[in-house]
C-alpha cells in the first residue's frame, strides 16, 4: 500500500508561481510512474505532468510544456510540481498518484492517489 499526500496549493494571481509536493510513504518501487493530475469544477480529471521513480523520464500536457516541471527527490520520497507563469485556466484539484504504470500520461494506470490539492489563479 501507498500512502500519497499532497501540500502547496492555494491562491496565486494570474502569472505567479507555485510548487506542489507529494510525499509517498509505504511500500514503493523504483519502477513506479509519479503522476500528476488535475480536475476542474465540471469537467474529467486529466493528465499535467509525470516522471519515473528513477527521475529518468518525464512527461508533460501540451497545456504546461514550458512553464511546469516535475521533478523527484528519492532521498525524501517526494515528487514536485513546479508550476509558473500560473494562467486562470490552471485553477483546479491537484491529484498526485503513483503506480506501475506502463504509459506515464494513461491515468487508469494509476492505483494509488492522494487526497487533493486546490490551486487558484486569479485574474
Known amino acids: 500500500q501507498v500512502r500519497l499526500v499532497e501540500s502547496g496549493g492555494g491562491l496565486v494571481q494570474a502569472g505567479g508561481s507555485l510548487r506542489l509536493s507529494c510525499a509517498a510513504s509505504?511500500?514503493?518501487?523504483?519502477?513506479?510512474?509519479m503522476g500528476w493530475f488535475r480536475q476542474a469544477p465540471g469537467k474529467e480529471r486529466e493528465f499535467v505532468a509525470a516522471?519515473?521513480?528513477?527521475?529518468?523520464?518525464?512527461t508533460y500536457a501540451d497545456s504546461v510544456k514550458d512553464r511546469f516541471t516535475v521533478s523527484m527527490d528519492n532521498a525524501k520520497n517526494t515528487v514536485y510540481l513546479q508550476m509558473s507563469s500560473l494562467k486562470p485556466e490552471d485553477t483546479a484539484v491537484y491529484y498526485c498518484?503513483?503506480?506501475?504504470?506502463?504509459?506515464?500520461?494513461?491515468?487508469?494506470?494509476?492505483?494509488?492517489w492522494g487526497q487533493g490539492t486546490q490551486v487558484t489563479v486569479s485574474s
Open positions: 498518484a503513483a503506480g506501475f504504470v506502463r504509459t506515464l500520461d494513461y491515468l487508469r494506470d494509476y492505483d494509488y
Open positions: 516522471i519515473r521513480w528513477s527521475g529518468l523520464s518525464t
Open positions: 509505504g511500500r514503493t518501487f523504483s519502477s513506479y510512474g
